[in-house]
């Protein structure tokens, strides 16, 4: 499943941050965004994943076949890593979780309560819920902050592994993961001067 984005501009408290952004991601590939922090890259991955509308251009996909991860692990502190996968798996219906408590090196932790994990182990298990989506689409913001060497490695493993079985992902980061990756990098599609749009949304609002 292709994703395409088309001529987008995109906005920041109604003001434009990046503009005339064209590019695809196509079914077992990846699509590293760079760019200075505050560019806009985590309201293009908004964007892109269907959060936000854009203030220009058209994003073509099929929203339920985007999975998003992005600062927040989104986990429930008093269940348990189990108990948090599944709570995901039911809503995904997606029964297994066994490959998530594997690749992400959380057999051992399964029956820890989320709250009581350290970072790294809490990103990790964020991570995983990736796995029990089923969703071909992966959009990912910084994905591997709190990650030690280890559990990067991991991480790129299951980017390989999600990749080799046909889905995508388009990921925003500044450290090098080893993948076979195309580099968009959006500086370059700064926005150039345009005044607020009035009636424009952006991710404070939602």
Known sequence: MTLSVHDLTITRGGIPVLEGLN??????????????????????LRTVAGLQPPMVGRVDSETESIAYAAHSDGLKAMLTVTENL?????????????RALKDFDLIELQDRLAGTLSAGQKRRLGLARLLVTGRP???LDEPTVSLDVASVALFADAVRAHL???????????????????VFDVGPF?????????????????
Not at 23 to 44: E, Q, S, Y
Not at 164 to 181: N, R
């Open 23 to 44: 590019f695809a991601l196509t079914p077992g590939k990846a699509l590293i965004l760079r760019g200075p922090n505050g560019v806009g890259k985590t309201t293009l």
């Open 164 to 182: 080799a079985e046909g889905g995508s992902a388009l990921i925003a980061t500044h450290i090098d993961l080893g993948l076979e990756a195309d």
């Open 86 to 98: 599944r709570f995901w798996s039911d809503i995904f219906e997606n029964k297994d979780i066994s």
């Open 137 to 139: 689409i992966w959009i």
């Open 190 to 206: 700064r926005a150039s001067g345009k005044s607020p749009d009035p009636g424009g949304f952006d991710e404070e609002f939602l």
